[in-house]
């Protein structure tokens, strides 16, 4: 029997013990009072039950984020891929469907896409905090709770949650970051409604200590925990008022100064004709000084990420929790880095879709990366088929876990593509396959990308003045391209937004 299983029998011995002594003299072992802060500053509140049940074979569950990660960074965080990806799973066509920090955190948390949670940009009437507030009680850390979960969020939230705001359900310890969160020093948590500020801690290890505080907390008190920790890096920061590229921990200011941006290599780098692309995202080229610049500030604040990450691995092992807990590591959207002259996300090219995604644990089987399409909208079902909990809403997307013990898996046949605005219902839709990508935007006009064809997205195969396609073969597309974001564009539940549709073209 292992140390850990051990400890929770003796805790269910005491608790039967104690109630069979009558009432008045049963403890909750592990319980917290209200406002009893554990080490690290986070605060867990609510007397709730044990639920340290030994037979109880349900995972812990930390989801750590990191916040606009391109897919091709992931080879810069060496321990992340060593200690959870080869552990693991990893995915190599895993997509962020709606690129955008809120509505990526809004899919995480509900597994809906934002035509059914609502949270369609970072700001404005349909964004951030404010869109996000009627689903406060409607959430994965909500149904955690109701299936004998503790649970923890730490680090960033949606944007524009206010300092003096109130809790957010769910979360036995809420702690989200509420002052300076785009600041490399003297970030301000919330701590349960007793906001500290950390000045001279930075901010990635801030996240990271007060995420290994409640994993060692919820160990000590035994049933299974949920944990989202979200990092911050390597988003951009503002100081003095203005944005500039990430800063990194002074411990590694120095690295990776030969370090060449993968934007580089592709052919869309500063796209010399991009009349074929919206104008929205028309911007002047980008310097070659300023790419490499950006991308070593990038990966050299994700080596502060990729320390947490393995300090997290380390704690849950000396605690022998590591063999009980699922661990899920990715990104809320992705990164250009010049490619098609912009500077940014929110963009339906494939480098803002693609993110990384790795994952460990029970019943994880360890190999290769994974080949299938899979979204972000897949991780909240994931979580919830892990804890056997029982949501109150219809989910979108579909467990992970469905298809890791077949060797291959051909996962979405077209993902759906969205992208808000604060001022007007959507900025575009569209719809993506293995081999094409269509989007329709605000004002009609319209992009066809042959990924087979064209990789890169260079050439749309739309005519820019009138926005309609420039050969008969294209039109056929187009055609069927239509039909599948009819279907989709109002979709609910698994089986309507996963449906395969074979009327749409081969790929």
């Known amino acids: 029997m292992q140390p850990h299983t051990r400890d929770r029998l003796a805790r269910v011995l005491v608790l039967l013990l104690l109630t069979a002594l009558g009432p008045g003299t049963a403890a909750t072992p592990g319980a917290a009072a209200v406002g009893a802060a554990p080490a690290g500053g986070a605060t867990v509140v609510a007397d709730r039950p044990f639920y340290g049940d030994p037979v109880d074979k349900r995972p812990n569950i930390v989801l750590v984020t990191t916040d606009d ?9 060496k321990r992340t891929r060593r200690l959870i990806g080869s552990k693991g799973v990893s995915y190599r066509n895993f997509l962020s469907p709606h690129p955008l920090c809120c509505p990526a955190r809004a899919e995480l948390l509900t597994g809906q896409y934002a035509h059914n949670n ?3 940009h970072n700001g404005g009437s349909r964004g951030g905090y404010k869109a996000f507030r009627p689903l406060r009680r409607h959430h994965v850390g909500v149904w955690a709770q109701k299936a004998g979960y503790r649970t923890a969020f730490v680090g960033k939230f949606l944007n524009h949650y206010p300092r003096s705001g109130h809790m957010v359900p769910g979360w036995d310890v809420f702690d989200p970051a509420v002052d300076n969160a785009y600041q490399p020093f003297g970030l301000t948590m919330l701590n349960h409604g007793d906001p500290q500020t950390f000045p001279g801690v930075y901010t990635t290890d801030l996240v990271s200590r007060r995420t290994i505080a409640n994993v060692r907390r919820f160990a000590e ?3 299974p925990f949920l944990i989202y920790s979200s990092q911050i890096a390597p ?9 500039v590229p990430p800063v990194p921990a002074p411990r590694h200011a120095r690295l990776f100064r030969h370090a060449t941006a993968p934007s580089l290599e592709d052919p869309s780098f500063n796209e010399g004709d991009v009349r074929d692309k919206y104008v929205g995202y028309r911007t002047k080229r980008m310097g070659v000084r300023k790419a490499n610049r950006l991308h070593r ?5 994700l080596q502060s990420v990729d320390q947490a990450v393995a300090r997290l691995v380390r704690t849950l092992d000396r605690l022998d929790e590591l063999d009980d807990t699922l661990i899920i590591f990715t990104s809320d959207n992705g990164y250009l880095l010049g490619e098609h002259r912009w500077n940014g996300k929110t963009v339906p090219y494939e480098q803002s879709l693609r993110v990384p995604l790795l994952m460990r644990g029970p019943k994880i089987p360890r190999q290769r990366a994974r080949a299938e399409v899979r979204t972000l909208v897949d991780i909240a079902p994931t979580m919830v088929r892990a804890m056997k909990a029982r949501p109150d809403r219809l989910m979108d997307g579909r467990p992970l876990t469905n298809t890791l013990r077949r060797k291959s898996a051909r996962g979405y046949r077209t993902v759906l593509l969205q992208g808000g ?7 575009y839709r569209g719809v993506r396959t293995d081999r094409y990508t269509y989007v329709k935007y605000h004002n009609g006009f319209v992009e066809l990308f042959d990924r087979r064809e064209d990789p890169h997205q260079l050439a749309s195969l739309t005519d820019p003045n009138d926005r309609e396609p420039t050969t008969r073969a294209a ?4 055609k069927r391209l239509k039909l599948r974001l009819k279907r989709l564009i109002d979709c609910a539940g698994p089986r309507r937004c996963g449906a395969s549709l074979r009327d749409l073209p081969r790929s």
Not at 297 to 301: D, M, V
Not at 421 to 427: G, K, T, V
Request: no cysteine; glycine share 12%; net charge positive.
């Open 475 to 478: 039109r056929k597309v187009a």
């Open 235 to 243: 988003h951009g920061m503002r100081i003095d008022g203005r944005w």
């Open 297 to 301: 500030a990038r990966i050299r604040s």
């Open 69 to 77: 990660m391109r897919a091709d960074e992931m080879r810069y965080l």
């Open 421 to 427: 605005h604060d001022r007007l219902p959507w900025e």
């Open 221 to 223: 008190e035994g049933g």
């Open 118 to 120: 609502g949270v369609r």
